[in-house]
């Protein structure tokens, strides 16, 4: 092989090896954007969480037909990103009949909760109880009472 | 086992209000048809006290949690008087401890007023002849009626975007789970029968 024809030879395979062909050519492009995102963590009242609860989110401009799904984990979390409409977002967390509605109102600044449900405190909910018993128990004394002086009237 | 606000279409919250109260109007008229209602109220008062408390007995069954219901109870020691007692205790139980939402109270009255009638009707049918098996039926059986009715509604209200599969599963385990508590229930009964025939007859139910 002469000189010239190994220069050409060598050029072909340098262009070969340079030239981006098409099959090996899938270039990776990321785009970045910051999005708000809303975090959810539903619950029992009694602490226990709800795992693997069904999630239906309300879009503001649409209250009646669902927006998105979602399934929390086992933890009853479930985080996701809101679309770009600012407003009331709603989120349903329902599990075998038992659930809880959540409202969220999203502004260009930052989401913000606006309602959710709130667990009791034990001390709370006994004297909530004793109330109610102190009700049935006058209750009783009173239709007694009455019973009483009407038996003697008689 | 109650339902909360916004799990039933507004359909349904509105029909279970209508067929509530035309069991209240019932229930009154019966009442009202007694010798002496008034005779009764203490026992009732009190026994809505045990009702509207049960609710915070939570009792953790894997994978879930139950609570008391006491229907069996309330249908066969108070009759008919167990209708407004148990709409009245779940009123309570909706605005105090937030336990079934205030638009489905009518639902809820009905998935309990219904077993604790059906339970009064077992106890006056063999309650006489067989006291014990009338007891723990009435009951046990009144925990199984309300289940099947509470899945009843929830299943029939499921809204389209919900995985209805997961959803029937979900249900299934949660009725499952209380098996053990309709057992709880029909022992309850029986023994409460038991302890009052032994000690004061007077205050049994009519059989």
């Known amino acids: 092989m002469t000189l010239l024809s190994r220069l050409c030879a060598l050029t072909v395979c340098a262009a070969g090896c340079l030239t981006p062909l098409a099959a090996f050519s899938h270039a990776a492009l990321i785009e970045a954007e910051t999005a708000q995102a809303v975090r959810l963590h539903a619950f029992y009242d009694t602490g226990k969480p709800m795992s693997h609860a069904q999630v239906i989110i309300y879009a503001p401009d649409n209250p009646v037909s669902a927006w998105g799904q979602g399934v929390t984990d086992r933890d009853g979390r479930l985080e996701f990103v809101l679309g770009s409409e600012t407003g009331r977002w709603s989120f349903q967390v329902r599990q075998s009949g038992h659930g809880a509605m959540v409202h969220v109102d999203v502004t260009d600044d930052a989401p913000v909760v606006v309602a959710t449900g709130g667990a009791q405190s034990w001390g709370q909910r006994l004297l909530m109880v004793a109330l109610v018993a102190w009700g049935a128990l006058g209750t009783a004394l009173f239709a007694l009472t009455r019973r009483k002086g009407r038996d003697a009237s008689a | ?207």
């Open chain 2, 1 to 207: 086992m109650h339902l909360p606000d916004g799990i039933v279409p507004v359909e349904m919250a509105l029909a279970g209000y209508a067929c509530s109260a035309g069991l209240v109007a019932v229930a009154l008229h019966r009442i009202k048809a007694r010798p002496d209602p008034q005779a009764e109220i203490p026992r009732v008062a009190m026994l809505t006290t045990v009702f509207f408390a049960a609710s915070l007995a939570a009792v953790p069954v894997p994978p879930t949690t139950v609570h008391l219901m006491l229907a069996g109870l309330m249908g066969v020691m108070l009759g008919w008087f167990a209708v407004p007692a148990i709409m009245v205790g779940l009123f309570l139980q909706a605005v105090l401890f937030g336990h079934g939402g205030l638009t489905t109270l009518g639902l809820n009255g009905l998935i309990l007023c219904l077993p604790a009638l059906l339970a009064l009707r077992l106890w006056q049918q063999i309650g006489g002849r067989w006291p014990d098996l009338a007891a723990f039926g009435a009951g046990a059986g009144a925990v199984v009626v309300a289940i099947a009715i509470f899945a009843a509604i929830v299943l029939t209200g499921l809204p389209a975007e919900l995985d209805a599969r997961a959803e029937r599963a979900a249900v299934q385990i949660f009725a499952l789970a209380h098996l053990p508590l309709a057992l709880a229930e029909g022992v309850i009964v029986l023994v409460l029968l038991r302890v009052l025939r032994r000690i004061e007859p007077r205050l049994l139910p009519d059989g």
